[in-house]
């Protein structure tokens, strides 16, 4: 059983930078695709990035584009998510997500097994 925790959350001001880690246990983190969703508050959760196995490949979303940035380190088993230039409408919580059957990215949540607690990004403006 894969378990996924997550941490760097907070509270900071707009234009302000954060660095979300998701750390994995349990399983063979290299043959995982590993995602970052976030939701807000009445809202879907969205798939803000992905990252395939290797690290080769990433996904974003229109909206984070160029702020954001996904990577990997399969040797210490953790996923990151830097967020820079930080925008209140970025406030959610966030969730980092797996699966390893995955042939691609999918913005589905529903495709993706595995799921951490989730950690809570606010911006103030």
């Known amino acids: 059983q894969v378990q996924l925790v997550e941490s760097g959350g907070g509270l900071v001001q707009a234009g302000d930078s954060l660095r979300l880690s998701c750390a994995a246990s349990?399983?063979?983190?290299?043959?995982?695709?590993m995602g970052w969703f976030r939701q807000a508050p009445g809202k879907q959760r969205e798939l803000v990035a992905a990252?395939?196995?290797?690290?080769?490949?990433?996904y974003y979303a229109d909206s984070v584009k160029g702020r954001f940035t996904i990577s990997r380190d399969n040797a210490k088993n953790t996923v990151y998510l830097q967020m820079n230039s930080l925008k209140p409408e970025d406030t959610a919580v966030y969730y980092c997500a797996a699966d390893f059957r995955l042939r691609q990215f999918s913005t589905i949540s529903d495709r993706y097994a595995y799921w951490g607690q989730g950690t809570q990004v606010t911006v103030s403006s």
């Open positions: 990252i395939s196995r290797s690290g080769a490949m990433t």
């Open positions: 349990g399983g063979t983190f290299s043959t995982y695709i």
